[in-house]
């Protein structure tokens, strides 16, 4: 019998964050274009939690069919192995590697009403008032999470971690005024600091964004700092080498519509596309970086 043209229903794309963060509005995104290439959805689903273990898990258990992947990230696929003491799934052995997706800084962002608009000013208020400040970040063993405990390691201040399930939530908070420091993928609060109602004190990539004024956390005291998150496509270990390919070459055909470029870059994310392979390469020099990073800053999560 003749088989069906893959996908012949729908395919769930989970992404392991809370809605409205980086990693989610990527997914949604892509897996919009997705829908109208394939002519079938493409159904996005949230699953908060463990610095996205728990939505990740999800797929690593899942049928390897085609019809479940997961849009990892730097915490969920390289951090979180050398950060957590138990893992359920392995991110390389327990996946299919697709393509990397985006590379994107985390931004250091305060409420308005801190008075601080330099990371110097920022880490001063902290140090003169160590237990008046607390930070929020994506979760516990995200990048967002180890990069500020990097930052605190290096700075020598002291602030309180508060983890959320996600940078929208965390940012809500933020606005609010119940945390007075955040940290998390700059497409989460561009919004925000445009309108004014954060300040974005630095970015963590190595260098500025194209045609951004953002400074960099490097350029202002802390010399080769450079922690830049990013996100990929991943399916269930096992998944047929033919679907994997048609995933990975259709997930990057979608990539490189000059409209989903465009949006992608408004938001202060750089898509970068790959093969499988190069993406299973890139995933086991990220874990071997991050575990370097890890014993560094000396963090953990039970």
């Known amino acids: 019998m003749a088989q069906d043209v893959f996908p012949s229903r729908a395919v769930k794309m989970v992404v392991p964050f809370a809605p409205g963060g980086a990693t989610d509005i990527t997914a949604r995104l892509i897996g919009e274009r997705l829908a109208k290439k394939w002519s ?160 974005l004190i630095a970015i963590t990539t190595a260098q500025r964004m194209p045609g951004s004024s953002y400074p960099t956390v490097a350029e202002q005291g802390f010399a080769g700092f450079a922690a830049a998150p990013w996100a990929g496509f991943f399916a269930p270990k096992g998944t047929p080498p033919a679907i994997v390919q048609k995933l990975a070459a259709d997930l990057v055909e979608v990539m490189l519509m000059p409209d989903v470029q465009q949006k992608m870059q408004d938001m202060g994310s750089q898509l970068a596309p790959s093969s499988p392979a190069e993406f299973r390469r890139f995933v086991e020099d990220e874990i071997a970086k991050w575990g370097e990073a890890v014993k560094v800053s000396g963090a953990s999560v039970d």
């Open 40 to 199: 079938q959805p493409v159904i996005i689903e949230n699953h908060a939690g463990a610095g996205g273990n728990v939505g990740s898990d999800l797929v690593a258990k899942a049928k390897p069919d085609g019809y479940t992947i997961v849009l990892g990230v730097t915490g969920s696929h390289a951090i979180n192995t050398s950060l957590m003491k138990s893992m359920p799934y392995h991110p390389l052995r327990d996946f299919e590697p697709l393509t990397l997706a985006t590379i994107f800084p985390n931004a250091i962002v305060v409420n308005a009403k801190v008075p601080a608009n330099t990371l110097p000013e920022l880490i001063a208020l902290m140090k003169a008032n160590p237990t008046a400040y607390s930070y929020g970040s994506d979760g516990n063993g995200t990048a967002s999470h180890l990069t500020m405990e990097l930052l605190k390691a290096k700075g020598g201040f002291t602030i309180t971690h508060v983890p959320y399930k996600g940078g929208a939530p965390m940012v809500a908070d933020l606005v609010g005024g119940q945390i007075q420091v955040g940290i998390t993928g700059l497409p989460a609060v561009q919004a925000h600091v445009k309108a004014g109602t954060l300040k």
